[in-house]
């Protein structure tokens, strides 16, 4: 009878719990075993429910026997077969919560791009799984292009419910921010007027200014006019990009959106103190930064800049504009002429800081020195060398060359560095000369040839009144027409005669009637010497010279 009772009891009992449990039903149970694939729960139910383990570990998590646990179960049958259990539901449950109740609050959520959303060939934007919940990210609301598998952090922007679905809208750009502006609200606790920050500078545009960021969505910009007391506005010059920089606070922009920032004030303003550094009538080193027509700007310290006009800067000439005599950047020195603190003047003269340039160099350059000079200019006739600072050249187009020049870029180049000699002063420039740092080829010929002396020559040019004939070292001998015993033309070789060399002059006259003539002669004398070793005597006729001058020619 007892027996009986029992087994309809244990009957009775195990319907009620199938009663009790239904699928979907969140318990609670403790786990009372484990093996490698699942943990066995104890849910108070006639056999023990299985959890698979690659769930608990998908949490982060790690049960052992004794733990208590909460889980949806997901399947339950009559037959002794172990309940099943799942964590996601559960999850999925809880997190369905959290989003909606997360609707225009600050709460992130972590997500997966699983789709990119497009129609007609138009991507409209991402399909993402928050914790496996669906949900989309329009393209506006993006902050960065996505690709699948990426992993971005979103605010919920709407929930909506559609039958048993939710369609859930999330965004990056709205979390970026509600982040930035939260920043921004501490920062600006932080942050005064007068406080120096450093930064990362992370662009240069070179006609705005530097950018840094200073904190975590905080930018400081330093415009071009506060880069420097001078006026060096080239960012360039104070930066790179990756570079660390200090920067002195201004404030805030209107907006808030960045901190305004300045370099130059990290310094004092220099011109607080320039009647205690500069003095009327005294010399100081200077650099030039700027040009303009009537003169130019010199930079006595950052800051700080004096004006030199252009009949200041030389003593002996007065430029058209002052790049003739100067360079942006150049060193130089400079005597105070005025000084204007309140407005901010100061009048110099370069030329006032130096003597006399000319006088003092032909003094240690006298008349047949070399020196090394550059060609600054080409004027007809006329080459302008600067030798020194203040200190003028000339090289005639005679003085240029030994030989005949067209124009004097065969010889010079403007802008090109080289030798010249001394030939004297005159007023406040150096008389210069190029060809008389070269043998004097006229003086070659002389030495070589010499007058009476027999060449062949091309002709190399027609001129009027005759020709013109070269010898190998390039000097053009010059021969009238009354010395040509036919008509010539150029590339044509003659045998010629040297009749006056006159290198003073650079000169030689050449003759080819002068040559025939010294020819017959020549044949005269040996014919009339064959006649008298032959024993001949003087009978010949002139038949017989001819004759013997055109037996020679064969």
């Given amino acids: 009878m007892t027996n009986e009772f029992e087994k309809l009891l244990e009957e009775y009992l195990a319907k009620e719990e199938e009663h009790q449990l239904q699928r979907g039903q969140i318990v609670k149970g403790t786990v009372v075993a484990e093996d490698d694939a699942n943990y066995y729960v104890d849910i108070g139910y006639k056999i023990e429910a299985v959890l698979p383990k690659e769930e608990v570990e998908a949490e982060g998590k790690e049960l052992k026997v004794g733990d208590e646990v909460e889980a949806v179960l997901v399947k339950i049958t009559n037959r002794l077969q172990n309940p099943r259990l799942s964590l996601r539901p559960l999850k999925i449950k809880k997190l369905t919560e959290e989003i909606k109740a997360a609707v225009g609050q600050f709460k992130p959520f972590e997500a997966t791009v699983e789709r990119i959303v497009e129609k007609g060939g138009r991507k409209l934007g991402y399909l993402i799984s928050i914790g496996g919940i669906k949900a989309l990210l329009p393209l506006q609301e993006a902050t960065q292009e996505l690709k699948v598998g990426d992993k971005v952090k979103v605010l919920i922007l709407d929930v909506k419910q559609r039958g048993k679905q939710l369609r859930i809208t999330a965004s990056q750009k709205r979390l970026e921010e509600e982040e930035r502006k939260r920043l921004i609200e501490q920062y600006k606790r932080q942050i005064k007027e007068g406080d120096v920050v450093e930064g990362k500078v992370i662009k240069i545009d070179p006609n705005k200014g530097i950018t840094l960021l200073v904190k975590k969505g905080l930018r400081g910009f330093i415009p071009l006019s506060e880069?420097?007391?001078?006026?060096?506005?080239?960012?360039?010059?104070?930066?790179?990009?990756?570079?660390?920089?200090?920067?002195?606070?201004?404030?805030?922009?209107?907006?808030?959106?960045?901190?305004?920032?300045?370099?130059?004030?990290?310094?004092?303003?220099?011109?607080?103190?320039?009647?205690?550094?500069?003095?009327?009538?005294?010399?100081?080193?200077?650099?030039?930064?700027?040009?303009?027509?009537?003169?130019?700007?010199?930079?006595?310290?950052?800051?700080?800049?004096?004006?030199?006009?252009?009949?200041?800067?030389?003593?002996?000439?007065?430029?058209?504009?002052?790049?003739?005599?100067?360079?942006?950047?150049?060193?130089?020195?400079?005597?105070?002429?005025?000084?204007?603190?309140?407005?901010?003047?100061?009048?110099?003269?370069?030329?006032?800081?130096?003597?006399?340039?000319?006088?003092?160099?032909?003094?240690?350059?006298?008349?047949?020195?070399?020196?090394?000079?550059?060609v600054k200019a080409i004027e007809d006739n006329r080459v302008v060398v600067e030798l020194a600072p203040g200190v003028i050249g000339f090289v005639t187009k005679g003085n240029l060359s030994w030989t005949p020049i067209k124009s004097a870029e065969e010889v010079v180049k403007v802008g090109e560095e080289r030798d010249f000699m001394v030939l004297g002063l005159s007023r406040d420039q150096i008389r210069l000369g190029v060809k008389q740092l070269l043998p004097n080829p006229y003086e070659e010929i002389r030495e070589q040839y010499g007058e009476g002396a027999t060449v062949t020559l091309p002709v190399v040019g027609v001129v009027k009144g005759g020709y013109l004939l070269q010898f190998p070292n390039g000097v053009e001998a010059f021969m009238p027409k009354r010395e040509a015993t036919r008509k010539l033309k150029p590339g044509e070789e003659v045998e010629v005669r040297i009749i006056k060399v006159e290198p003073e002059k650079q000169r030689v006259v050449v003759s080819m009637r002068e040559q025939e003539v010294a020819e017959e002669k020549k044949v005269f004398e040996e014919f009339v010497s064959k006649q008298e070793s032959s024993g001949e005597g003087a009978g010949f006729t002139l038949a017989d010279i001819l004759k013997a001058k055109l037996g020679g020619q064969k």
Avoid: C
């Fill in 227 to 374: 880069l420097s007391w001078g006026r060096n506005r080239n960012p360039f010059d104070y930066a790179e990009v990756g570079e660390r920089l200090r920067a002195k606070v201004l404030g805030w922009s209107k907006d808030d959106a960045f901190l305004r920032l300045s370099l130059k004030q990290l310094k004092p303003d220099p011109w607080e103190t320039v009647e205690e550094k500069y003095k009327v009538g005294e010399k100081y080193p200077a650099r030039v930064v700027g040009m303009i027509d009537k003169g130019v700007f010199v930079e006595l310290e950052e800051g700080v800049e004096a004006y030199v006009p252009k009949t200041e800067i030389a003593w002996n000439v007065v430029p058209e504009h002052p790049k003739e005599l100067l360079e942006k950047g150049q060193k130089v020195e400079v005597v105070i002429t005025r000084l204007d603190k309140e407005r901010k003047r100061i009048g110099a003269s370069i030329k006032k800081a130096q003597p006399k340039p000319w006088e003092a160099f032909y003094d240690a350059h006298p008349a047949g020195s070399v020196v090394r000079g550059v």
